[in-house]
Every structure is written in C-alpha cells, then in structure tokens.
C-alpha cells in the first residue's frame, strides 16, 4: 500500500515506489485487538531500527522480515529472491524457545521494548541459519575483530523468523521529534521546496572543516541541494553518541547557504559492512528521496582486523557501487580524500595536492587525545562551535569516570588487590567508588544465578551494566569478577568506553598457584568432582589478548600489583596531576 501525505508524489525524481506498511486506522483498530491474543516478541535494540525502516518505508521494497528464500540469494547475490538488488540480510532472529512452537501461517505480534505493540507478523519461513557462513558472505569475514560480525555471532538470537508485517505504529522516538522524517515527509518537503536534486550525506561521526568542505563541494559540483543524514539508530561501539552529535550538526548548519540544506536523522542499525553497506545505503536514501549519495573514503568502514590490517580497502565501496549503477537509481557521487593544505588554508581532495605542498590531518585517535587532555583543538581542523558542543560531552580524562575490570582466575588474588586499590583511589580522591567484587555482586545482584555459560554472561553484563552507569555519572567502577569469556568481556568493554575509560587489567596468577591458594577450598572440590564445571578446572579461561595491566600475584605484593594500576590510571590521565 503507499499513502500520499500532502498530496505530494510517491515517486521521488529518481526514487522507486515507497513501501508505506502501516495499516489505516480501521486496520490498525483490528491488528491492536486481533495482537492481544497473540504471543509476542519483544523486539532488540537493533530490530526496533530495522522495524522503523521496514515499516516507514526506509527499507522499500521490503514488506516484512526476509523470508528464507530472500535471505539466502541476498547472502549470496545481494538479490532478493526477485531480483531486485538489495545487499543487507534482514530477517528477525529470535531465541530457540520462542521459534520452537512456530509454523508458517503463525501471527506473531511484535512489541515495542516499552510494551506497545508495532506491527503483526504472519510467518512464513523459520529456519536455524549458519551464522558464520552469513557473516563470510555478507562481511567477507568471520573475523569478530569486526563489528559487524561480532555483533551477528555473539548479539544475535540463533533462530530466524521471515514474513511479512501489517504496522500498527512506528517505534515511539522522544529525542529530536522535529528532525525525524520518514522517507514520505522527505520527499514531501523536497517537492514542496522545488527540491528535484538533493545529495545526501551519510555520516555516524560529528562533522568537521573537511566534512564540511566536502558536502559543499559535492552539492555546489551536481548543482543539487544537500541533505545531511546522520545516522542515529546503531552505529560502531564507541562512536560519539547522537544526542551530543545531533547538537554539533545544528551547530553548523548555518554555515551552509540558505535554503540549500537540510538535516534529518535516520534511525538506521549500521552493520559497518563496508562496500555492501554503502549500497544498502545508496538504496535507503533513494527511498528518501534523494538523487545522489556521496560516498568518500572507507564508507561505513569497520575498521582493522586481528592482524591490524583494514577489513576493506579505502576505495572498494566506490568501486562495488560502480558495478551497479546502472540499476542503483541513485547517483554516487564519489569523493577522495579531503586534505588540509597549510600554505592556502583550504581543503582540497588528496589528489589534488600537488608535490611539494604541506597538508595537515588529524585522526580521530587524535582528536579524542587532545579533548581527553583538555589541549587545544586546530582551528583548521573544526569550528569553535562544534569544539565547544565535544568539550562539554567530553571533558579531560580527570574529569570523566571510568571502570577498572580485574579478571582472573579463582584465587588469583582479584579481591585482594581490587580492595588495596579502593583504598589507595580513595586516599588520593573523593569521587565516589564502587567496589564490584564477584561475591558481593553474586549476593546482591545475581544470587539466582549459577555457574553455566549462560548464567556467568547475565552475570557479567550486570556488573558491566552497573559500571556503565557508574562511569557514564563520572564515578570509579571497580570490578572483579572472574569474567572468563572474551566476548562477553569485549561487550561490557564497549558498554562502558561510550562513557569514559574501561581499563582491564588480567590478573595473570597461573593455574597451579591458585590451585596451592585454594582460599575457599573450591579447587579441591572441583578436582574430587563435587563441584562442576569450575574455572580453570573443567570450564575455560581465556585469559586477555590486549588488557591495559597485566599483574601476576606470584610475584608481587598486593600493595605493588595495586601499584601498578596506580600507575597506569595516573599516566593515562584519568587522576589529577600529581597523584
Ligand atoms: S563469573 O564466571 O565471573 O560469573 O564468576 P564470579 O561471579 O566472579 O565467581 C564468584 C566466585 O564464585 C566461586 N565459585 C566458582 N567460580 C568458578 N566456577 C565455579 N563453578 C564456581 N562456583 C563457585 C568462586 O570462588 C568465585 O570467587 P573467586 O573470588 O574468583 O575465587
């Protein structure tokens, strides 16, 4: 069905016809009523973005999640079963528990986190995928160094659920209301402003001189106007949330030409996907109605795999989205580099800087170094206002709160050296800490849960949880859990990173020392067979690749192992000078 607001045409000047799969209002009455006797699912954090999408149309010409048959040829062609082009899988994934019971021909209703019923799915395809083969299609790679694939095979449900979707409303959104529109009010506002050519900008990052210089420079070339389209749904772990970016790209808004620009948000859940990405989003912003997309270096980059090296060339989006523009409907406008050159204080694109002529860059690395040290940031580099909407999100690393994690082995002395350091942060500072200790937590917070792989993961996303809103409140989180699995620890390290610092620190006590300890008498358990899959026994540990402090309690004292976490706090910045 497509709905007409405004009376404005549904066919944007390059855009197909738009998905708009909200029921109308006797629908609607009659799914709200029909869903009270549905069982339902309560929808993730990622599939309220993608069910957005889905149903404003953002996601055209998808009419539900991917059935089997759409996923499998889009893994393996970026085709829908039709044909059509379209690169990203977009199934729902549940848990085993709930797929177990559900044929083709089940409605489901599916729920809002809030409770609110969205939308009625009639299933028509369930199906246990192979995730690793997915993410080898989809990402090239089951290396979970990148995001995407991390997030495929450590945050999703194992079973995936296909059919079509009749909308009782859209996901409930509080922030911005007024810079939120659906593909339909876009391409409505574009025809009411005589807009026929609009470039769009993708971004997940606040915008800065180059960004700036680029948009300019891509809408004043095509002769079009711009449409700066930030992505506020997920983006990659760490990135600077949107409320704060939001408020950066208001900032600049008026630095473009008069009603030559326009600033929308979109709800999308980024893969990080890299070239398959950069098509998925060439297809989104024709939905919106856009003529163009521009597309720079590493678009919708993932960053480096285990071995440092980037998943995906700079330019191999451009170059996957060269093959299909014939079929794309969007125009790419393609953008390299933009580079700082000194002597004429101006940007220009990297091959445009002849030999001889000195450019400046500066990476992000870099800049969240100089707003975490409270230095200056070049004014050739980004606007005073846009400096002034990062520094107050992100004052200088003494100001902010951050979590020490100890983690180790049963006995390897965590407790011990966790508490030592309480005390010495407390000598020397009156901000408040909190001491996670894995008993205290496991009577506190977690005294339901046992000790299988399922339980420990609750356990640790609680504690993770906690310290996230401990740091993100500019307090000290100390914790010391055993936290035995790397995945799960690399989620509760980017939890709390949005926040402020997260510093692991392996407490590296070998094995047969913790053993001899025996502080509780569980390893002697453990080895006679009463207790059961025990740490370091008969359930694993995989110790840390890369935690910020090492210690062993072998050889150091506990007042030397607390020390030398000191230490690191100290020289990374997070304590005032001279502590
Ligand atoms: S986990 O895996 O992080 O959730 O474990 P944690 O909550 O830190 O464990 C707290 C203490 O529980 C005791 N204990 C066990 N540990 C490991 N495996 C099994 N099966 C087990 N059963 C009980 C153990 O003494 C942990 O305390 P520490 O301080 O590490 O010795």
């Known amino acids: ?44 954090p990622r599939q309220v973005c993608d069910i957005e999408l889905l149903l404003n149309g953002g996601f055209s010409p998808l009419d539900g999640f991917m059935t089997r048959a759409d996923y499998d040829r889009v893994c393996a062609e970026m085709r829908l079963a039709d044909g059509t082009l379209w690169p990203m899988p977009i199934p729902l994934d549940v848990t085993e528990a709930f797929g177990e019971g559900l044929v083709s021909g089940a409605r489901i209703a599916l729920r809002h986190p809030e409770g609110m019923v969205l939308a009625v799915m009639t299933v028509s395809d369930v199906w246990t995928p192979d995730r690793r083969a997915e993410a080898v299609a989809v990402f090239g790679t089951d290396d979970d160094f ?35 529109r659906t593909p339909a009010e876009l391409r ?20 800065h001189r180059a960004h700036i210089e680029l948009t300019k420079r891509a809408a004043a070339q095509a002769g079009a106007k711009l ?15 949107y409320f704060v970016r939001v408020r950066a790209y208001e900032a600049i808004l008026e630095r473009y030409p008069a009603d030559s620009t326009e600033l929308s948000l979109l709800p999308l859940a980024m893969r990080m996907g890299g070239p398959r990405e950069a098509l998925w989003h060439a297809i989104i912003r024709k939905n919106h109605g ?13 960053g480096n795999d285990r071995s440092g090296k980037p998943f995906y060339g700079p330019y191999d989006a451009q170059e996957l989205l060269r093959e299909y523009r014939d079929e794309l409907g969007i125009e790419v406008v393609e953008f390299q580099e933009m580079v700082y050159l000194q002597a004429e204080d101006r940007y220009v694109p990297a091959p445009e800087v002849k030999d001889g002529q000195k450019v400046l860059s500066l990476s992000g690395t870099e800049l969240r170094r100089l707003l975490a040290e409270g230095e200056p940031v070049p004014e050739w580099f980004s606007y005073p206002e846009v400096v002034d909407v990062l520094r107050d999100a992100y004052p200088p690393r003494e100001r902010q709160g951050f979590t020490v994690f100890f983690t180790g082995l049963p006995s390897s002395g965590k407790s011990t050296v966790a508490n030592v350091l309480v005390s010495m942060l407390m000598e020397r500072s009156s901000r408040p800490i909190t001491l996670l200790d894995g008993d205290i ?16 993961d609750i356990n640790i996303k609680r504690i993770g949880f906690v310290a996230s809103e401990i740091t993100k409140h500019h307090g000290i989180a100390v ?9 799960t620890r690399r989620e509760v390290r980017d939890m709390i990173s949005a926040y402020g610092g997260f510093v692991e620190v392996h407490v590296a006590t070998p094995l047969e020392v913790c053993e ?3 502080r509780k008498g569980l390893y002697a358990q453990a080895r006679a067979g009463r207790i059961t899959g025990f740490t370091g026994i008969d359930d694993p540990y995989e110790a840390p690749e890369h935690a910020e402090v090492v210690i062993d309690t072998t050889t150091d004292s506990p007042a030397e192992s607390a020390e030398q976490v000191l230490r690191f706090l100290s020289d990374a910045g997070y304590l005032p000078a001279g502590h």
């Not at 856009?290 to 993932?302: E, F, M, S, W």
């Not at 937590?441 to 420990?456: A, D, I």
Request: net charge negative; aromatic share 6%.
């Open 1 to 44: 069905m497509t709905t007409d607001p405004g009376g404005a045409s549904l066919i944007a000047p390059h855009g197909g016809q738009l998905k708009d799969l909200i029921a109308d209002e006797a629908g609607r009455a009659s799914l709200a009523s029909e869903a009270q006797a549905l069982v339902s699912w309560d929808l993730t």
């Open 146 to 180: 990148h995001p995407g694939v991390f997030s495929l095979l450590e945050g999703t449900n194992p079973v995936y659920v296909g059919g079509s979707i009749e909308g009782i409303e859209l996901p409930p959104q509080h922030s911005f209301p007024a810079l939120r």
């Open 188 to 207: 409505a506002l574009f025809e009411r402003r005589g807009w026929t050519d609009v470039v769009a900008f993708q971004t997940r990052n606040p915008m």
């Open 227 to 241: 449409l700066i389209h930030p992505v506020v749904g997920m983006t990659k772990p760490g990135d600077i949330d």
């Open 290 to 302: 856009c003529t163009r997309l521009i597309v720079g270096r590493d678009h919708a980059g993932p």
């Open 441 to 456: 937590v496991r009577k506190n917070l977690s005294s339901e849960l046992g000790f299988s792989k399922e339980h420990r």
């Open 479 to 487: 914790c010391a859990p055993i936290a035995p699995y790397a995945a």
């Open 516 to 518: 001899q300890r025996d």
